[in-house]
Structure formats: C-alpha cells, structure tokens
Antibody, heavy 117, light 105 residues
Framework: QVQLVESGGGSVNPGGSLTLSCAASGFFFPAYYMSWVRQAPGKGLEWVGNISQIGSDTSYTDSVRGRFTISRDNGRNLLFLHLASLRAEDTAVYYC??????????WGQGSLVTVSS | VLTQSPDFQSVAPKEIVTITCRASQSIGSNLHWYQQKPEQSPKLLIKFASQSISGVPSRFSGSGFGTDFTLTINSLEAEDAAVYFCHQTSSFPYTFGQGTKLEIK
C-alpha cells in the first residue's frame, strides 16, 4: 500500500536552514505530482508547494517562495523540501502528499519543524 | 480565498451535518474535502466537489460548483468527530479553508 514517511525535522534557529525528506513506497513514484502541506500548532492546513513528475515544474505559496525549494529523486523514490531563511512563523508539522490532479490522496505522518532561538 | 462555515458545530449522533465552503471566485469543481482527526494526518474524503473516495463511508457526500460547495454527513457517527477542511486546486497557490471542527454530542 502507499506509504509516505517524512524525516529530517527538528529545532533550528531563526535564519537557519533544514532539509526534510519524504520516502515513498507502494506506488510508482515518478508518475505523481507531489505536494508539501504544513500545519502550525493548533492551526489549519497551509499548502506549501508542489513539484511535477520529473521535477521540471514547481509552484509555491507566496509566504515561502524564494526561501523554500522542493526537489525529488525519482531513482530513490524521495521527495525533498529545503527550508532556508527560517522564521518563527515557519514552525509547523510538514506533510508530504501525493497529488491526483490536485487532490491530495495520500499523506505522510508529518515532520515537526520548530524555529526558535 | 476559501471560507468555511460554521467554524464549530456540535451535533448528536444520527443527525445530518452540513458544512459549507465558499470561494471568493469561481473554481469550477476543483474543490476537495479532507477529514483530520486529533493527532492524525488529514484524509481525503471527497474529490472534485462530489466524487467519492474508495474506502470512505457512503454517508459522506459533496456537492457544488463554481463558488459554493457543501459537505454532507448523513447519520452522524461518533467516529466522525474531527476537523474538516475544503481545498481548492483551481489556481496557484492552492489554498485551504480555515476548517470546521465537528463535535459529537
């Protein structure tokens, strides 16, 4: 069955950087758009961005564009989110998810990123 | 912008629940619904406004087109206590509604 496992979260100082990974299994990873979604503690969901099947196209929400970068390694079934110039408001659980024409049909368990000095 | 209503609802078992999602501009049928239970990841309930998802109980249904959408839960069960989110994928950046917390009386 489809499995998505995020890793790489942790605590980082403001202005710092971090890279999250999402290991995919149980489906043909290269065939799917992939998204990242985040959820600040006690808050709602925020779409962060996505990447096309071969990684040629990426889109981001305004608040992270220029600071976050999504990439993928189809040979190793891995999705990445590189977070830079981190701010306190980036503190959240970050989820990776498969996309089916935009609908997010499978989600990982999430990885917590805490930005604090 | 997606605006859900209500923000909170408390409903007795076996009742019918209706949650609405209004878009600030037309998004066609590019609207999806998710359920998030405490300490869990979100789960896709309905895609493209009204299409059912394999494995999701048939008491969940969706309707709407353009700017006004509805998630309906028939014959509410205790396990339906959760936060429900709508999500538009008509244009970038994709956005979510603020969520509706559903409590079972």
């Amino acid at each position: 069955q489809v499995q998505l496992v995020e890793s790489g979260g942790g605590s980082v100082n403001p202005g710092g950087s971090l890279t999250l990974s999402c290991a995919a299994s149980g489906f043909f990873f290269p065939a799917y758009y992939m998204s990242w979604v985040r959820q600040a503690p006690g808050k709602g969901l925020e779409w962060v961005g996505n990447i096309s099947q071969i990684g040629s196209d990426t889109s981001y929400t305004d608040s992270v564009r220029g600071r976050f970068t999504i990439s993928r390694d189809n040979g190793r079934n891995l999705l990445f989110l590189h977070l830079a110039s981190l701010r306190a408001e980036d503190t959240a659980v970050y989820y990776c998810a498969t996309e089916y024409w935009g609908a997010l049909d499978h989600w990982g368990q999430g990885s917590l990123v805490t930005v604090s000095s | 912008v997606l605006t859900q209503s209500p923000d909170f609802q408390s409903v007795a078992p076996k009742e019918i629940v209706t949650i609405t999602c209004r878009a600030s501009q037309s998004i066609g049928s590019n609207l999806h619904w998710y359920q998030q239970k405490p300490e869990q990841s979100p789960k896709l309930l309905i895609k493209f406004a009204s299409q059912s998802i394999s494995g999701v109980p048939s008491r969940f249904s969706g309707s709407g087109f353009g700017t006004d959408f509805t998630l309906t839960i028939n014959s509410l069960e205790a396990e339906d206590a959760a936060v429900y989110f709508c999500h538009q994928t008509s244009s970038f950046p994709y956005t979510f509604g603020q969520g509706t917390k559903l409590e079972i009386k």
